[in-house]
């Protein structure tokens, strides 16, 4: 017997069919889509807090908001899309 489990994202609920291209994916799970999506703002987050991936507290840092993106974890902010316009606290 065969357990045909189907794996949902995530992030955005839909099924995940087929092999995922990038096996980290996986952890979360996430869908192609949604970690295409991922891959994106992680290179404006470590370019917007100019993270150095060789420090592992600033790996940490990548990662918190890596989880905050998949909705594991909460009260790290958006950031900002216009580095000009300082975030309002």
Known sequence: MSSSSKKTCLKCGNAIEGPVEDPAAEKYPA???CWKEWTTYAIMVMNE????????EHRKA???YERAFFGLEKGVGEVQKNPEKPPSH
């Open 62 to 64: 990548l990662r918190k």
């Open 49 to 56: 807090l100019r993270l150095d991936m060789s420090l592992p």
């Open 31 to 33: 869908c192609s889509a």
